[in-house]
């Protein structure tokens, strides 16, 4: 079982800058691919960005150039970076740390993080 705590959401102007955390329990945070996702008002959950066991990253394109994700394992954490917010950026963000072994899934989720980008 993995718990995952987001922290660092809030609100911001178009153009600013946030820097999302998220903490995971145990110590088998380095097994796990982490991402981000994010769910605006009537829209379906989407991948933001993920980040595998060995740092490999895959950015959504409406993102790219904008946000960077990290892990940093001995802190057992997963960044994420986003600068030059977009209105289109308001959503909850999650936090998702995903296995597969032997056949088998590990999906463990966040409680979520509200980002708003208005002026």
């Known amino acids: 079982q993995v718990q995952l705590v987001e922290s660092g959401g809030g609100l911001v102007q178009p153009g600013g800058s946030l820097s999302l955390s998220c903490a995971a329990s145990g110590n088998i945070f380095s097994i796990y691919t982490m991402g981000w996702y994010r769910q605006a008002p009537g829209k379906q959950r989407e991948l933001v960005a993920r980040?595998?066991?060995?740092?490999?990253?895959n950015i959504a394109d409406s993102v790219k150039g904008r946000f960077t994700i990290a892990r940093e394992n001995a802190k057992n954490t997963v960044y994420l970076q986003m600068n030059s917010l977009k209105p289109e950026d308001t959503a909850v963000y999650y936090c998702?740390?995903?296995?597969?072994?032997?056949?088998?899934?590990?999906?463990?989720w966040g409680q979520g993080t509200q980002v708003t980008v208005s002026s």
């Open positions: 980040i595998s066991t060995g740092g490999t990253t």
């Open positions: 998702n740390a995903y296995r597969t072994t032997l056949g088998r899934d590990y999906n463990y």
